[in-house]
């Protein structure tokens, strides 16, 4: 069952959640201290196991359906990991999120409740956003903006104009990077019946507007103070990487599951330009 968790949680993405967190209340004026590490490993680990253990849970029509299910991409949750599953998630979450809520402001706390809210809301039947083209593109992105929201917030100082910029094109990024990855499922959405941005406008359609919000990104990205033109310059991989699929279609879709490969490594090669970038700019010097 542990194992289970583990798998469905997606341990490779998990950075990617708790990150923006720690950068939002730092650059905030935030310390190491209490409320940057209890936020930061609720958004490492209980958060993505309820976000990703939920749409698993509810996904299971298309994910047997999915060659690409099963590994870092994915756990096939068998029918009788559904309710521990759910239960998994309600435990992990519920505990430290009231903590949070306690320690935090209600700004923080609204933002943390919203946060919550786009995780229940993406796959949970009755609202299942994940099913509505473009909301569905919308809200997988909002998982990952709110919380560098959620750490802003709960900070001392108001960030910045250009925090908020880089919000919103960290936005437009997570907007494009989940209709990148609809585009390879588009084969396993339409037999299981799954309406999603991909199957709505076809697998060339989808791979053209990822490639479009990539580029919107990095230009708002590359109008940042120095020292953001080293990520802005390595945030152009993401659009050459979905640019590759401008002529795909529906029936070799499955072709663009090479670029979400790519996608995951460039993740790690782009965060790491931002750390030493917001290090250069003497964001963290406080911390020192």
Known sequence: MARTVFVSSRPISWINTAFPFGVGYLISGGSIDLRLILGFLFFLIPYNVAMYGINDVYDYESDIRNPRKGGVEGAVLGREFHRPILWA?????????????????????????????????????????KEKP??????????????????AAMAPTAPGISFYAACIAFFLWGAASHALGAVQDVKADNEAGISSIATACGARLTARLATFFYLAASLIVLTLPFPALIPGILSLGYVINAARWWNITDENCEDANKSWRVFLWLNYVTGAAVTISLVAAGVFNHLL
């Open 89 to 129: 998630a309600a435990v992990s979450v519920i505990p430290l999120s009231l903590v949070l809520l306690a320690m935090g402001t209600l700004a923080s706390g609204l933002w943390l409740v919203f946060s919550l809210f786009l995780v229940l809301a993406y796959s949970f039947k009755g609202l299942r956003f």
């Open 134 to 151: 473009f909301l569905d593109s919308l809200t997988s992105s909002g998982h990952f903006v709110t919380p560098a929201l959620v750490g």
